[in-house]
T-cell receptor, first 112, second 111 residues
Framework: DQQVKQNSPSLSVQEGRISILNCDYTNSMFDYFLWYKKYPAEGPTFLISISSIKDKNEDGRFTVFLNKSAKHLSLHIVPSQPGDSAVYFC???????????FGKGTSLLVTP | DAGITQSPRHKVTETGTPVTLRCHQTENHRYMYWYRQDPGHGLRLIHYSYGVKDTDKGEVSDGYSVSRSKTEDFLLTLESATSSQTSVYFCAIMGPHNEQFFGPGTRLTVL
């Protein structure tokens, strides 16, 4: 049973515009959420995380928003650049667990 | 760079043969993980380790075993490889803030 869901397999955005990637989760015990970026033939790269005690975390062009009541988080990339084209994975875990639960990923294409 | 290497990076083997993948880390991290990535499934946890000789099963552990005799090395073994184990395998370590950092991956093809 998929506890972390990324319902959009792909997203295409123009360079300079905002990219919004969405993620939903079902397990109310999750209290730590992460986004990873993955290029082909490479391992996933940690991007940004957020704890459940916050509703927003920002790092440069990347901002993650958490809506606990809706069990929803989103990653905003502003402005989008062609080098952001990659697969983005949402992940979550709980304080009592050691493993990350991953979504299936969203493939982002940023066009010039 | 979390100092994680995986070997081999690519391997082609035949059904029924044993295969061992190695993950090596240089920064003395306690927790190590093995995931597999398949189209339409994201990354799924196979096994993880929370110390030398301390391991536990993940979501998709059937057909896999692991060993950790030294802090720096975490081995994943397929005792008798099957075509369903064709996948990309990633090793990871847990960082200081519970984030995980991944190695470059091993692409395994079982014919």
């Amino acid at each position: 049973d998929q506890q972390v869901k990324q319902n959009s397999p792909s997203l295409s955005v123009q360079e300079g515009r905002i990219s919004i990637l969405n993620c939903d989760y079902t397990n109310s015990m999750f209290d730590y959420f992460l986004w990873y970026k993955k290029y082909p033939a490479e391992g996933p790269t940690f991007l940004i995380s957020i704890s459940s005690i916050k509703d927003k975390n920002e790092d440069g062009r990347f901002t993650v928003f958490l809506n606990k009541s809706a069990k929803h988080l989103s990653l905003h990339i502003v402005p989008s650049q062609p080098g952001d084209s990659a697969v983005y994975f949402c992940a979550a875990n709980s304080n009592s667990g050691y493993a990350l639960n991953f979504g299936k990923g969203t493939s982002l294409l940023v066009t010039p | 760079d979390a100092g994680i290497t995986q070997s081999p990076r690519h391997k082609v083997t035949e059904t029924g043969t044993p295969v061992t993948l190695r993950c090596h880390q240089t920064e003395n991290h306690r927790y190590m993980y093995w995931y597999r990535q398949d189209p339409g499934h994201g990354l799924r946890l196979i096994h993880y380790s929370y110390g030398v000789k301390d391991t536990d099963k993940g979501e998709v552990s059937d057909g896999y075993s692991v060993s950790r005799s030294k802090t720096e090395d975490f081995l994943l073994t397929l005792e008798s490889a099957t075509s369903s184990q064709t996948s990309v395998y990633f090793c990871a370590i847990m960082g200081p803030h519970n984030e995980q950092f991944f190695g470059p991956g091993t692409r395994l093809t079982v014919l």
